[in-house]
């Protein structure tokens, strides 16, 4: 957010940034949302609250896109809407676990996670992770997490993840399922990056194919496009159902009206060809990315299975001269005005050998701020 700060800053001064800090696709919501969403505006539509689970119809078609997707049966009365997925991690966090509680997460990771948790005063444990396990948990970081503090409430999991990229295959989102059903730990499923998936032998897979006493959080926000709508939702276990239900009639009252209504049109054919064009937009920035990533000063990068993230390590000569991926990234925004995000965010141990670059920005963007920072390394004698 600092560098958010420093980039807003900069164009305020007339300099032309190149941002590549900010999760967020260009390219707004599929065209009949935006049409549906104006003609009730239009129509003068009253937005009272909704029920606080959200309105039937709109569960209704979530529960049809996880039959059609993951061929999943549930029933709507287990999916709950809510101010994005962030909403959800608030409503998950308090339903499933007691204060002093034990959550696991992978390190990198989505610093919301650990803030919230820790926020609640529960005790987040990092399980570190590195490139020879994507990035991703396993039973066996689980084993050893449990051997160490004794016990383990809960784990949170992304896949898609921030700020990798990396995915879980079928097999191994299973394992950890099963493991957390065997010792009594809720798994969390952030499963917000859904869609955006660029390997065809690692298809995104919903951890209630494997256990219906987990949390799914998800939203409209990415592969959609709608990050300011606020609409995500929640798959919730039978025995959780009433306790977010009282929680999100008190925390939010409801998820926004207007965006529930309009996305009923987001998973016509017409809108989910839209989506998926932007996935293979993305692709093909990806590539780029990857074809170029010694010009960016890296030495290797995570495998960016999905999302739209490129989490890069820092050649040695690289960070001999900057010290760390801050200042990496510190020079690059000054110098080459690119802004990327150093790892530290992610991964406060062993982030600052890291950078996040994220490709939502589109080819054009990627391509102009590669040469800038391949000139910049070029002027430190440090191309690559
Ligand atoms: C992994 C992950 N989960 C959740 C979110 C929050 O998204 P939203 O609240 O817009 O659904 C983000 C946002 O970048 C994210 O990267």
Redesign the pocket.
Known sequence: MDIVDRVSTLRAQGIDVISLCV?EPGGGAPVAVNAAAAKLHAEGADFGYTPTRGLPETRAALAEHYARQYSVQLPAENIVMTT????AFQLAFLAAFDPGDVVALARPG?P?YANILSALGLQVVDLATGEEQRFQPTVASLEAALAEHGRLDGLVI?SP??PTGTMLSGAELAELAHWCQRHGARLIS?E??HGIEFDPQRPAHTAWEYSRESLVVS?F?KFWGM?GWRL?WMLVPDDLICAVDALASNLALCAPAPAQRAVLHAFSPASMAEARKRVTEFAATRELVMQNLARLGFDSAAPADGAFYLYGRLAPRVLERFTSASGYCRAVLDEARVALTPGNDFDPATGDRYVRLSFAAGPMAIAQAIERIDGFLTRYGLAG
């Not at 994005?84 to 909403?87: E, F, I, L, V, Y």
Request: hydrophobic share 25%.
């Open positions: 999760g994005g997925s962030s909403g989505y919301a992304a993840a921030n952030d917000i990056y939203s926000s990050t995500g």
